[in-house]
């Protein structure tokens, strides 16, 4: 490969890789996109992989399962640990409380699963409630592509006091029609009742 390109394809790659976020994008992918065959892609990976190796550097591609990600370097968690010190949700945009409402009471949740229930993209709510420790990654669907699953950490009970994800109050039985709109704002506005009765 000529340096040019292969400095072009680096850059497409960490693009969509970024944009990709924690679904992460997997060779066949990056492929079609790039318009080159795998093992090239590989090559491009690799190369990325390298660029990344360096301290200066804090950010690192992994590879699980044959799905790629871009990820923070575990040598700066304690850096990271001071980000997300305080979690509370009274920071939070609505639609990072709407998707935390959903995963807390139907994990484990994929994205897919959550966008559907809110009609609406998730992705960057889900990167906020991960960067803030209130959701983690806690497995892997069955089925094709192994969509990632959500569920709610420790620092959610410890915020909001409670001893397990069983404590939550119920919520309205209604508010587990999906299909229909005003059911799924009951649902969101009950759950910001719900946090503010917990506080």
Wanted: charged residues 30%; aromatic residues 6%; negative net charge.
């Amino acid at each position: 490969m000529e340096n040019s390109k292969m400095a072009e394809w680096k850059a497409i790659a960490e693009a969509l890789l970024f944009a990709a976020g924690d679904e992460g994008l997997s060779i066949r992918q990056l492929s079609e996109v790039l318009e080159i065959d795998e093992r090239e892609t590989a090559d491009v990976l690799e190369a990325l992989k390298e660029s990344y190796s360096h301290t200066e550097r804090g950010i690192m591609l992994t590879g699980i399962a044959g799905v790629y990600q871009l990820a923070t370097k575990k040598t700066l968690a304690q850096y990271l640990k001071k980000l997300v010190e305080n979690p509370g949700p009274s920071s939070l945009s609505q639609a990072a409380l709407e998707t935390l409402a959903i995963v807390a009471y139907k994990q484990p949740i994929t994205r897919t699963e959550i966008e559907e229930i809110r009609g609406v993209k998730t992705e960057r709510p889900l990167q906020t409630l991960v960067t803030k420790a209130i959701i983690k990654e806690v497995g892997r669907a069955e089925g094709s592509g192994r969509a990632i699953l959500y569920g709610t950490t420790r620092e959610f009970l410890e915020y909001f006091g409670l001893g397990s994800i069983d404590d939550l109050p119920p919520l309205p039985e209604s508010a587990d029609d999906e299909g229909d709109q005003e059911e799924a704002d009951l649902f969101f506005e009950k759950f910001n009742e719900t946090l503010n009765d917990l506080k």
